[in-house]
């Protein structure tokens, strides 16, 4: 049980364009998902943490309008990085909180990992 | 200061020895402790929470020091398959936001 999916696992994409990445949780219902970014040998960095049906609430330093984040079912949240630049390139990871049980207890997603050219 | 350090290693270590690596927390408040471990290019997966009383499952031991805000992973009898990068994951205050540490790269080698 407590199965996140992630897709894709790997993109490449060209500057200037936009990716969406899809998090959904299999066999649960996730409350809340979070995003993370974790760029290469750092710290899995958070980015975002979404409720269903609410706005994404954004941690300092993170651009909002350019990593839009949608959360519109209790299985399924998108991250899309609008106008990719090559500093975007980075380990992209959501996980998903459980509607019961522990909220500490984080479910992760396989990772995207986006490369920008 | 982060909020949560690790020495970022890496610990080469032969098969068989026993290995320990500490974490330190700086927000006093926190109240729930984890360690991951993350393998090259993959998800980090939960290995175990740590314990006021500190807890054991199987080859690894977890301990948590309040007073000097650390806490600790032991790995005894080491296998190949343990190396990994272990990360040291710390709650802020009562919003369930988990805070991640950097990172302690272990290398087992035969």
């Known amino acids: 049980g407590a199965v996140v999916s992630q897709h894709p696992s790997w993109v490449i994409c060209k500057s200037g364009t936009s990716v969406k990445i899809e998090c959904r949780s299999l066999d649960f219902q996730a409350t809340t998902m979070f995003w993370y970014r974790q760029f290469p040998k750092q710290s899995l960095m958070l980015m975002a943490t979404?409720?269903?049906?609410?706005?994404?609430?954004?941690e300092q330093g993170v651009e909002k309008d350019k990593f839009l984040i949608n959360h519109a079912s209790l299985t399924l949240s998108t991250l899309t990085v609008t106008s990719a630049h090559p500093e975007d390139s980075s380990f992209y990871i959501c996980?998903?909180?459980?509607?019961?049980?522990?909220?500490?207890?984080?479910?992760f997603g396989p990772g995207t990992r986006l490369t920008v050219t | 200061r982060k909020e949560v350090e690790q020495d970022p290693g890496p610990f080469n270590v032969p098969e068989g020895a026993t290995v320990a690596f500490n974490c330190t927390y700086s927000?006093?408040?926190?109240?729930?402790f984890f360690w991951y471990r993350q393998d090259c290019r993959k998800e980090p997966k939960l290995l175990m929470s740590v314990y006021s009383s500190g807890n054991e499952d199987g080859r690894f031991t977890a301990q948590l020091n309040r007073a000097s805000q650390y806490i600790s992973l032991l790995i005894r009898d080491s296998k190949l398959s343990d190396s990994a990068t272990y990360l040291c994951v710390v709650t802020r205050d009562s919003n369930y936001q988990l805070i991640w540490g950097a990172g302690t790269k272990l290398i087992i080698k035969p």
């Open positions: 927000n006093s408040a926190s109240q729930s």
């Open positions: 979404s409720n269903e049906g609410s706005k994404a609430t954004y």
């Open positions: 996980s998903a909180s459980a509607t019961s049980g522990s909220p500490y207890e984080q479910y």
